[in-house]
């Protein structure tokens, strides 16, 4: 699986928008891009994924590029309870193993 | 669908003790996933199951760790015997078929071995 990598931390202030950056410069064209993030200690949570377009839900927006080489995830308006580590994932579409680097770590502020 | 559940929450245990941590998936999902999270290492996958069996076991740490799937609705992760190294938050996953499809976490199992 492709590698990405993260910024560390990240801080964004209650009511803005959210935008965390992913670089994947050595995905290849069957490998989806995922987001996860994990409040504290639970469990990690789906937030989204997408191959080629930009893709929205309830939670986020996820931009790739053109090129596929980077992603953002946007929470459009982030709230305390935002505050999280947030993990980009690089995975083959035949279904088998999620591998988490370390994430951003997400503060959001009042 | 009540999402995946793992249980114990807790466990605290003694050193050279059998510890056993198990795991309900989601109804209808064929994969399964048994991650282990620490400070130093991060999230790491120990094992996956497809359709109940062992596809991937690769990430086990030793001999002392075993991983079981008898049925579709029911898994379980053996430390047998346990070390003060194996404290960690144990994490069940699942997830349905195959192709774009996500895996959803359980809320984890945390482990305490003195």
């Known amino acids: 699986d492709a590698k990405t990598t993260q910024p560390p931390s990240m801080d964004c202030a209650e009511g803005r928008a959210a935008n965390l950056p992913c670089n994947h410069s050595?995905?290849?064209?069957?490998?989806?891009v995922y987001w996860y993030r994990q409040i504290h200690s639970q469990g990690p949570q789906y937030i989204i994924h997408?191959?080629?377009n930009n893709e929205t839900n309830e939670m986020a927006s996820l931009i790739i590029t053109e090129d596929r080489k980077s992603s953002t995830l946007i929470l459009p308006h982030a709230t305390l309870r935002d505050t999280a580590v947030y993990y980009c994932?690089?995975?083959?579409?035949?279904?088998?193993?999620?591998?988490f680097g370390s994430g951003t770590k997400l503060n959001v502020k009042p | 669908d009540a999402g995946v559940i793992q249980s114990p929450r807790h466990e605290v245990t003694e050193m050279g003790q059998e510890v056993t941590l198990r795991c309900k998936p989601i109804s209808g999902h064929d994969y399964l996933f048994w991650y282990r999270q620490t400070m130093m290492r991060g999230l790491e996958l120990l094992i996956y199951f497809n359709n109940n069996v062992p596809i991937d076991d690769s990430g086990m740490p030793e001999d002392r760790f075993s991983a079981k799937m008898p049925n579709a609705s029911f898994s379980t992760l053996k430390i047998q015997p346990s070390e003060p190294r194996d404290s960690a938050v144990y994490f069940c996953a699942s997830g349905a078929g195959t192709g774009n499809v996500a895996a959803f976490f359980g809320q984890g199992t945390r482990l305490t071995v003195v």
């Open positions: 997408g191959l080629k």
């Open positions: 994932i690089v995975r083959l579409y035949n279904f088998n193993k999620f591998y």
């Open positions: 050595t995905i290849s064209g069957n490998e989806y």
